[in-house]
């Protein structure tokens, strides 16, 4: 049984990822958590080769799934 290609290499990006490939739940967890200590979200994206929206998408994500 042959695979389907991923959406990436159609080039289109999935839902849950970044340009640079997917974000796991503790990349993000860990985000959320440095964001919320007050660190500054340019710094955040910074340690985690990410851009500042997608610090915020990660900070949303990990605030929905806790409610």
Known sequence: ML?????????????DSA?????SSVVRLSIAI???AG?????????HGISHKEVYRS????????D
């Open 3 to 15: 695979k389907q290609p991923s959406a990436i290499h159609k080039g289109f990006l999935k839902k």
């Open 59 to 66: 900070v949303w994500r990990v605030v929905d799934a806790i």
């Open 19 to 23: 340009k640079n490939g997917p974000i």
């Open 39 to 47: 660190r500054d979200p340019y710094d955040v994206s910074v340690v």
């Open 34 to 36: 440095q964001f919320f």
